[in-house]
């Protein structure tokens, strides 16, 4: 299998763009009439075709209207103080916010999670219904940190762990850094070879793709870099095994949000059961 990178394998969609470092409204923008307002302009047919020829992946150079790239940013920025860091040894360095904090601190993020526009758009790209994750799961929306020298994540694939496909929608966030995305297309299929690419995700940059089928890594991040990325994961079928959610929990506590955002959720969640 070759993971050899290059820029040619996608012709992303471009249009022009603002800073991220513009500031934002005073007032947070209307999801849906955001993404609306970039969606009817996409060659949305042309998109699919992309999506379903690359094996569920596709890559937007600029996606986000210029107003929500900023909220986005002014978020990032303003949660620094509550990213979580770790480190796995020869896999994974870097920073973390859940969904969690999001709620408490950014709630636009939470809204364009939601919005009918954005999850009717995908739906037309991946051809699935697509569900919100639940409310405890911790990686339905977060935030991913590259703030010093070395963070980055190694080849990996989203496994999901729910009964369904989980989908993901990166977002480009901030990006002062020279990581890139790097993944290979099709590893899941015998009949077609692995195709490798790497792209450098912009500010208001958009990737999707099925988690199980795209192996991908974040290169490392250089001294006095900084890129920040934004997840949503959507899902086809909310439902999870027992022992499937013992061992997503562990995951994201170890290698993503701590023991105690994870599991005092779970804390939360019971008592309101009982």
């Given at each position: 299998?070759?993971?050899?990178?290059?820029?040619?394998?996608?012709?992303p969609v471009s249009a022009e763009?603002?800073?991220?470092?513009?500031?934002?409204?005073?007032?947070?923008?209307?999801?849906?009439?955001?993404?609306?307002?970039?969606?009817?302009?996409?060659?949305?047919?042309?998109?699919?075709?992309?999506?379903?020829?690359?094996?569920?992946?596709?890559?937007?150079?600029?996606?986000?209207?210029?107003?929500?790239?900023?909220?986005?940013?002014?978020?990032?920025?303003?949660?620094?103080?509550?990213?979580?860091?770790?480190?796995?040894?020869?896999?994974?360095?870097?920073?973390?916010?859940?969904?969690?904090?999001?709620?408490?601190?950014?709630?636009?993020?939470?809204?364009?999670?939601?919005?009918?526009?954005?999850?009717?758009?995908?739906?037309?790209?991946?051809?699935?219904?697509?569900?919100?994750?639940?409310?405890?799961?911790?990686?339905?929306?977060?935030?991913?940190?590259?703030?010093?020298p070395g963070d980055h994540?190694?080849?990996?694939?989203?496994?999901?762990?729910?009964?369904?496909?989980?989908?993901?929608?990166?977002?480009?966030?901030?990006?002062?850094?020279?990581?890139?995305?790097?993944?290979?297309?099709?590893?899941?299929?015998?009949?077609?070879?692995?195709?490798?690419?790497?792209?450098?995700?912009?500010?208001?940059?958009?990737?999707?793709?099925?988690?199980?089928?795209?192996?991908?890594?974040?290169?490392?991040?250089?001294?006095?870099?900084?890129?920040?990325?934004?997840?949503?994961?959507?899902?086809?079928?909310?439902?999870?095994?027992?022992?499937?959610?013992?061992?997503?929990?562990?995951?994201?506590?170890?290698?993503?949000?701590?023991?105690?955002?994870?599991?005092?959720?779970?804390?939360?969640?019971?008592?309101?059961?009982?």
């Amino acid at each position: 299998m070759s993971t050899q990178a290059n820029d040619d394998v996608i012709a992303p969609v471009s249009a022009e763009r603002s800073p991220a470092s513009a500031a934002p409204s005073a007032a947070a923008p209307n999801a849906d009439r955001a993404v609306s307002g970039r969606t009817r302009t996409f060659d949305n047919p042309r998109l699919r075709k992309d999506f379903a020829d690359q094996g569920a992946f596709l890559y937007m150079e600029d996606f986000l209207a210029p107003e929500v790239t900023a909220q986005l940013a002014h978020s990032a920025r303003s949660l620094l103080d509550e990213v979580n860091r770790n480190y796995l040894p020869g896999h994974k360095q870097g920073g973390s916010v859940s969904r969690h904090t999001i709620d408490r601190l950014a709630p636009f993020i939470a809204e364009l999670y939601r919005s009918k526009e954005l999850i009717g758009w995908l739906e037309q790209l991946s051809g699935d219904k697509l569900q919100l994750s639940p409310a405890d799961d911790p990686h339905a929306y977060a935030l991913y940190y590259y703030t010093r020298p070395g963070d980055h994540i190694g080849w990996h694939y989203d496994t999901s762990y729910y009964d369904g496909r989980r989908y993901t929608l990166l977002l480009g966030v901030i990006d002062e850094s020279s990581c890139r995305l790097d993944y290979e297309l099709h590893t899941r299929n015998p009949d077609v070879p692995d195709q490798p690419g790497s792209v450098q995700i912009p500010p208001g940059g958009l990737v999707f793709f099925d988690g199980d089928k795209l192996r991908h890594r974040i290169t490392p991040a250089g001294a006095n870099e900084m890129r920040v990325s934004l997840t949503f994961e959507y899902v086809t079928d909310p439902n999870m095994r027992p022992w499937r959610r013992f061992i997503s929990n562990m995951k994201d506590a170890i290698a993503y949000f701590g023991f105690r955002q994870v599991f005092r959720q779970m804390t939360a969640r019971g008592k309101d059961r009982s």
